[in-house]
């Protein structure tokens, strides 16, 4: 066989192996060169070198060990109950707009019946579909007996329920509840809050009141040594941007995750921790809810 003198005699076939050629040498070469220049030819000698002189038990060592929980933290684990608990010698928490107090189903289940049915008890009459359907994912129940077998009122042994009173009227506008406890692990949820659709003048004061509801209900469990709040809840919420505005940081999105009303139900995870607490949420919220500190009541900085 006869070969091209120049590379314009060659073939188109050669041409295209001899550019195949060139591409393949020189991706190898760029490849070496950034593992080289990345620091990965050493890395992989300086494991080489760990396992040849560990042996197998190289294998099982942890290259980022957990980090320890603070004793305080330890103990409360301990000792905090199964039932989320309130503050020490009081059955309520309050605050400026809301107070909050255990539910007790002889006088607050006909009260919370009342205002979620659409009855005008604290204003306008509204379509309750608006609450139960958007928010509470059940038909709304046609008796207060129905309302006691709905699946918010559900008594849970590692769970608490609350009713949200308004301070200025002394009545009763909403319900808030906690669930999935978890004392061994410092956390738990919120299970369900809302407030009355009817509530106030406008709904500026709905929205405060289930914030007022969440800031008491944060600053209480954190007290406690709660290291995580969280939140799952229905993604098309009409209710959704309040736990965002009140410091809850949207985790992810199941989708599919369950099945409401015969529709399919996409849940947002939510979650509020200590830390977060800690270093924004705590000031941020206090802000939102009573306007900024004066300088005298502003903390020093340690």
């Not at 004061?205 to 800031?215: K, Y």
């Not at 600053?219 to 919420?237: A, I, Q, T």
Request: charged content about 25%.
């Amino acid at each position: 066989m006869e070969l091209p003198n120049s590379l314009s005699e060659m073939p188109p076939h050669y041409l295209g192996m001899l550019a195949g050629v060139i591409v393949f040498c020189s991706t190898v070469t760029v490849v070496i060169f950034l593992l080289v220049k990345g620091g990965s030819i050493k890395r992989m000698m300086e494991q080489t070198k760990t396992y040849d002189e560990a042996g197998p038990e190289a294998l099982k060592q942890t290259l980022m060990p957990r980090l320890l929980l603070y004793d305080e933290l330890i103990e409360a684990s301990k000792h905090l109950p199964v039932c989320p608990q309130m503050p020490k010698n009081k059955s309520t928490l309050k605050g400026k707009f809301v107070k909050l107090r255990e539910y007790n189903e002889k006088i607050d289940c006909e009260r919370l019946f009342k205002i979620s049915n659409g009855s005008p008890t604290l204003g306008l009459a509204y379509d309750p579909t608006s609450l139960w359907n958007n928010s509470l994912g059940e038909n709304p129940p046609k008796s207060e007996n129905d309302f006691k077998a709905t699946k918010m009122m559900k008594t849970e042994e590692n769970g608490r329920k609350l009713v949200v009173a308004d301070v200025e009227l002394g009545k009763v506008i909403g319900f808030v509840s906690l669930v999935d406890n978890s004392p061994k692990n410092l956390t738990v949820k919120i299970g369900y809050l809302w407030i009355a659709p009817n509530h106030g003048k406008e709904n500026g004061e709905r929205v405060r009141a289930a914030q007022e509801t969440l800031f008491m209900l944060l600053k209480h469990l954190f007290s406690l040594k709660y290291r995580r709040v969280g939140w799952e809840m229905d993604s098309k919420d009409q209710n959704f941007s309040v736990p965002q505005s009140s410091g809850f940081l949207l985790e992810g999105i199941l989708r599919k995750n369950r099945v409401m009303l015969n529709s399919n139900s996409d849940t947002a995870v939510l979650s509020v921790t200590n830390s977060d607490w800690r270093n924004r949420t705590e000031e941020m919220m206090a802000k939102i809810l009573y306007g900024p500190k004066k300088s005298s009541e502003k903390k020093k900085i340690k």
